[in-house]
C-alpha cells in the first residue's frame, strides 16, 4: 500500500488499523525510495559483529563478551533499525551556547523539540525525521530506544512507547545532542524500534526479600527472609 492511499484513508475515515494482520509495514514518501536508507532487522547489524554495520567498526573483546549473554543478544536482535537520512552537522555559532545540528534547508529532517513541546529552555534536544512511517498490528505498540548494538558519542536517544497501532506513526524520534561539534554521517543507526503486544489487564509490583544463599543456590524458591506483612514489613 502507497504511504498516499494511507493518509488518504485516515482523511476519509477509511483507516483499518488492523490491516497490517501481523507485521510491521514501514512507509516513505514515493520520491525518497531508494533515496532514504531502508529499515533494517536488528538481528542482520548484529551478526555483521560490527556496531556499525556499514562503517565496520568492530565490537571490542568486551563488548563481544557482553553482546554474547543470552539476554543481551536477545535484546540486541529485537525489532528494527532506522538510520539518519541525510548527512548532519553539529555546530555551536559563535557567542552561543545554543547546540544545533543543521543539513541542507531543501533536505531539513531536524527541528527544536523543545520549543514544538515547550519542554524547556535548553536547546539541545532535537527531534530527528527518520522519514519512515511504521504501522503495527492491532494490539501492538513500539518501543524506541538508541540501538542497542550502536555506540554513538554525537548523541542519545529519549527513549519512548508509541501506540502505532491506532494510527501509523511518523518517526520523528527525540534526541539529545552530546557534543559542540560533530556530524551524524548518512545511514548512521539512529533508532532501534521493538514492537511488543500490550497487556489486556493491570499489572501489579509485588516487592520482597530473598536469602541471598537461596540466590547463590539458584532456588527460587527459597527462604524469603521471614513472615511479611500486607505493608511490605516484617
Avoid at 501489579?204 to 527459597?222: E, I, N, R
Wanted: charged share 25%; with cysteine; hydrophobic share 30%.
Amino acid at each position: 500500500m502507497d504511504f498516499g492511499d494511507v493518509i488518504s484513508d485516515i482523511k476519509n475515515g477509511d483507516y483499518d488499523p488492523t490491516v497490517s494482520g501481523d507485521v510491521a509495514e514501514f512507509y516513505c514518501l514515493e520520491a525518497e525510495i531508494g533515496v532514504n536508507p531502508d529499515p533494517r532487522p536488528a538481528a542482520s547489524v548484529v551478526d555483521t559483529g560490527s556496531k556499525n554495520g556499514i562503517y565496520g567498526t568492530g565490537l571490542s573483546e568486551t563488548e563481544r563478551a557482553f553482546a554474547d549473554q543470552s539476554s543481551v543478544e536477545g535484546a540486541m536482535r529485537s525489532g528494527w533499525i532506522l538510520s539518519n537520512p541525510v548527512p548532519t552537522n553539529i555546530s555551536t555559532p559563535e557567542g552561543s551556547s545554543d547546540v544545533i545540528p543543521v543539513t541542507h534547508p531543501k533536505f531539513d529532517h531536524v527541528t527544536d523539540y523543545t520549543r514544538e513541546f515547550d519542554v524547556g529552555s535548553s536547546r539541545d534536544i532535537w527531534h530527528l525525521d527518520t522519514k519512515w512511517v511504521i504501522d503495527v498490528p492491532d494490539g501492538y505498540s513500539v518501543f524506541y530506544t538508541h540501538p542497542f548494538n550502536y555506540s554513538q558519542e554525537t548523541f542519545s536517544v529519549i527513549p519512548g512507547i508509541v501506540d502505532a497501532d491506532e494510527f501509523p506513526y511518523w518517526f520523528r524520534v527525540p534526541v539529545t545532542i552530546n557534543v559542540d561539534e560533530g556530524v551524524l554521517q548518512f545511514n548512521d543507526p539512529v533508532v532501534q524500534l521493538v514492537p511488543f503486544e500490550r497487556s489486556d489487564g493491570p499489572i501489579t509490583a509485588d516487592v520482597d526479600v530473598v536469602d541471598g544463599s537461596s540466590l547463590s543456590s539458584g532456588d527460587p524458591d527459597g527462604d524469603r527472609g521471614g513472615d511479611r506483612g500486607g505493608d511490605g514489613h516484617e
